[in-house]
C-alpha cells in the first residue's frame, strides 16, 4: 500500500506488513498510528484495533490475534477506560 496517504491523514499512519508462512493467512496488513497527537480542539489520534482469527498450520491450532486496524480522531474523554477494541 502507498505511504503518501497515510502521511497526509489527519492522523498520519504508517502500513505494516506481518508475514507468517506458517499462518493462515500468511499476510495481515496493519494501519500504525505513527504518534498520538491532538487532530483538533479536544480531540486526539486513537489507534483502532479489532480481533481477528488466524489458523496456525504447525499446531492446527486457531488464534485470534488483535490487529491494528486504524487511526482516528476521536473526542478526548477526561478519564476514559474504554479499550479502543471496545470502539
Known amino acids: 500500500p502507498g505511504s503518501e496517504i497515510g502521511l497526509q491523514a489527519t492522523c ?7 508475514i507468517d508462512p506458517n499462518r493462515i493467512p500468511e499476510k495481515i496488513i496493519e494501519q500504525v498510528c505513527r504518534r498520538c497527537r491532538t487532530c483538533g480542539p ?7 484495533r ?12 486457531t488464534s485470534r490475534l488483535e490487529i491494528r486496524s486504524g487511526c482516528v480522531c476521536m473526542p478526548q474523554s477526561v478519564g476514559s477506560t474504554a479499550s479502543p477494541l471496545d470502539l
Not at 498520519?12 to 506481518?18: L, N, R, S
Open 50 to 61: 479489532l480481533r481477528y482469527d488466524v489458523y496456525y498450520r504447525d499446531t492446527s491450532e
Open 12 to 18: 498520519p499512519f504508517d502500513w505494516v506488513v506481518d
Open 42 to 48: 479536544h480531540r486526539s489520534c486513537i489507534q483502532l
